[in-house]
């Protein structure tokens, strides 16, 4: 049971490039999270989702997009990256929506330049 | 606008006695709070929770107490060991929001 697993774990961009993260658990959650973490502050939501094909924008949605086609992946995408997308990126998931625990992978460290 | 506030970024103790982390919130409709903690290159685990029904929930050396009336809850850990110093956070949700809403992080160093 590897729990939730995210590639790569850094990645360094060029101003206007595009990538993906990838964000998989094996733990047979339906609901699936994208959370930026910025030096000195806290995780700030970006998108989730309650189920396979049901994403929804989170506090900091702009520039990136997500989806959600099983049970078990939920890819981020930037697109044209920016500086300001220079953070450290988690995903999480949980078994029952918000009030429950989340389980975290273990980040992407994403530079941008 | 901050929701979910700790206001001391760290805190160091000896080993052996009580640490104490404190958070603080704004929104009346949070009623579930949940402490993470983080080490350095991880991801953030689940510590524990309370909900608004309750104003304290234990489990081993972690005690975590919610104070509504001040909108205030904060973390005991006791005894302190130096396996704790991690960065620790604090979050809340309710209001029929699912969304978990985030303080800043307290570094805790315990020192042997």
């Known amino acids: 049971n590897a729990g939730v697993t995210q590639t790569p774990k850094f990645r360094i961009l060029k101003i206007g490039q595009s990538m993906t993260l990838q964000c998989t658990q094996d733990m047979n959650h339906n609901y699936m999270y994208w959370y930026r973490q910025d030096p000195g502050m806290g995780l700030k939501l970006i998108y989730y989702?309650?189920?396979?094909?049901?994403?929804d924008k989170g506090e900091v949605p702009n520039g990136y997009n997500v989806s959600r086609s099983t049970t078990e992946d939920f890819p981020l995408r930037l697109e044209l990256a920016a500086p300001s997308q220079t953070s450290v990126y988690f995903c999480?998931?949980?078994?029952?929506?918000?009030?429950?625990?989340?389980?975290f992978g273990p980040g992407t460290r994403l530079t941008v330049t | 606008d901050q929701q979910v506030k700790q206001n001391s970024p760290s805190l160091s103790v000896q080993e052996g006695r009580i640490s104490i982390l404190n958070c603080d919130y704004t929104?009346?409709?949070?009623?579930?709070f949940l402490w993470y903690k983080k080490y350095p290159a991880e991801g953030p685990t689940f510590l524990i929770s309370i909900s608004s029904i309750k104003d304290k929930n234990e489990d081993g050396r972690f005690t975590v107490f919610l104070n509504k009336s001040a909108k205030h809850l904060s973390l005991h850990i006791v005894p302190s060991q130096p396996g704790d110093s991690a960065v620790y956070f604090c979050a809340a949700s309710g209001g029929g929001s699912e969304k978990l809403v985030f303080g800043k992080g307290m570094k805790l160093t315990v020192n042997p």
């Open positions: 929104n009346s409709m949070f009623d579930y």
């Open positions: 989702s309650v189920g396979a094909g049901i994403t």
């Open positions: 999480a998931s949980s078994y029952i929506l918000g009030g429950n625990e989340q389980y």
